[in-house]
């Protein structure tokens, strides 16, 4: 049985993510064990993943980076069995747990990643095989100096556009304006890839069907307005 591969770092690269291995309860450990070989993927840069293959079925495959916790994701994945959901972290206790909410919901639409999703997108994933992309409250690195560390940058749009289906959709949210802002200005720039399903400049309404995450619930305690950008692949 084999545990999630420990992201290489010798050429120390800008990341948009701190590595924090956490510590692992009882039940977290027993899904790396017992869970993992069966719903976690391992892949190294050089191979191309067969994201249909992956799951037995031409369903639209939706890729979401950075799932937390998982708990918002397994709640899509329950509720949109027509969906196949490719989820990206990290952070080890938050995929352990989602393993037990894979397993306690009896999901099979639902597969796991531990690896850094620029590496995945630049040469992971076959041109236009994504439906969506999610990206639900990433680290803002608010500090002016670290923006360099967001993972929203130029080469991420172009990314993106690689990766999803004409009039497939990338769909972010963030409860730090600034951050918001920011995205908005890197997407409404690359209007020739993509177009704002809110209209230039705007930002749309949290969808019934996006649970809202920890991070959220967090940030509107400390009222914080939480924004929802929707670009649909041109």
Not at 6 to 35: C, D, K, M, N, Y
Not at 207 to 231: M, N, Q, S
Request: net charge positive; aromatic share 10%; with cysteine.
């Amino acid at each position: 049985m084999h545990s999630p591969p420990t992201l290489r770092r010798e050429h120390r690269p800008i990341r948009s993510f701190v590595l924090r291995q956490g510590r692992l309860t009882t039940g977290q450990q027993r899904a790396f064990a017992e869970l993992w070989p069966r719903w976690g993927l391992h892949w190294r840069p050089g191979e191309v993943l067969d994201v249909h293959g992956l799951f037995g079925n031409a369903n639209p495959v939706v890729l979401e980076i950075g799932f937390g916790n998982g708990e918002s994701l397994a709640c899509m994945a329950s509720e949109q069995p027509g969906r196949n959901f490719l989820g990206l972290e990290v952070h080890r206790p938050g995929i352990g747990h989602l393993l037990l909410e894979i397993e306690r919901a009896g999901l099979n639409n639902l597969r796991i990643l531990c690896q850094d999703a620029v590496e995945l997108l630049r040469g992971g994933l076959p041109p236009a095989s994504l439906d969506a992309v999610h990206l639900f409250f990433p680290d803002p690195w608010p500090k002016k100096r670290h923006h360099k560390r967001r993972i929203v940058q130029s080469e991420f749009v172009l990314l993106l556009a690689r990766a999803l289906k004409p009039g497939g959709t990338f769909h972010a949210a963030t409860d730090w304006e600034p951050y918001a802002e920011y995205i908005l200005g890197m997407f409404d720039a690359a209007d020739d890839l993509f177009s704002n399903s809110a209209g230039q400049g705007g930002f749309v309404a949290r969808p019934a069907w996006r649970p809202p995450t920890k991070f959220e619930r967090r940030g509107e305690r400390l009222g914080h307005p939480v924004r929802d950008l929707v670009y649909r692949r041109r």
